[in-house]
């Protein structure tokens, strides 16, 4: 038996059993790694310190068969992606991970709500400004509504967003993973966009695990 990994807190642990076809598309633009695709099977994990998540990667990788999407190593958080066709190989490496530091899911931090709003017909000077700024996901339109969500720890949030995807028809805009804070903005007609703010918010009070 291995022993336990001593003093990491973990601070975002996220389970996503099936990436939305918008999500994985975004994810891949800011991955530098193993790309994923859309139906995989995806958790995210965030701990501190930042450096311990390079023991936790090594382990993952080693122990199943799943891909690294995405490494990110700050001094006070660290956070790693890994994703997998096969679920089984996902959920496996999770637990694994979870046992070599000595944590449970649940030791995990709850996820705050840190601001939401919808707006709704946005303007043109609006919409073109948001175009302009540095994102990577598909353009707002003149006229639409638009949901945006703010989350601490940050981690959360693709959960949030791929929940979004999967019960309206909107358009994501941008998903904001790292650091702090997560922040997502998704538009589309107000009906769809009320129906995909609504199930983001019970993602958060209710974020998926293994």
Request: proline fraction near 5%; aromatic fraction near 6%.
């Amino acid at each position: 038996m291995q022993p336990h990994i001593a003093n990491i807190s973990l601070r975002t642990y996220v389970y996503i059993d099936s990436l939305q076809p918008q999500l994985a598309e975004y994810m891949a633009t800011v991955s530098q790694g193993f790309l994923p695709v859309p139906g995989d099977a995806c958790l995210w994990v965030e701990v501190s310190p930042g450096m311990a998540v390079h023991r936790l990667t090594d382990i993952a990788l080693k122990s199943t068969r799943v891909h690294l999407a995405q490494q990110v190593v700050e001094r006070a958080y660290g956070s790693m992606v890994i994703h997998q066709r096969d679920q089984s190989d996902v959920v496996e490496a999770g637990r694994i991970v979870l046992n070599r530091m000595g944590a449970a899911q649940e030791d995990r931090e709850p996820c705050r709500i840190a601001w939401q709003e919808i707006i709704r017909g946005m303007t043109p000077d609006h919409t073109v400004l948001i175009n302009r700024q540095d994102r990577r996901g598909s353009m707002i339109l003149p006229g639409q509504s638009m949901f945006i969500l703010e989350t601490e720890p940050a981690g959360y949030i693709v959960y949030a967003a791929n929940q979004a995807e999967k019960a309206a028809n909107i358009t994501l805009i941008d998903v904001r993973a790292v650091g702090a804070y997560g922040r997502l903005t998704l538009a589309g007609r107000e009906g769809d966009v009320d129906e995909a703010a609504a199930a983001a918010v019970a993602a958060i009070h209710n974020p998926a695990g293994t």
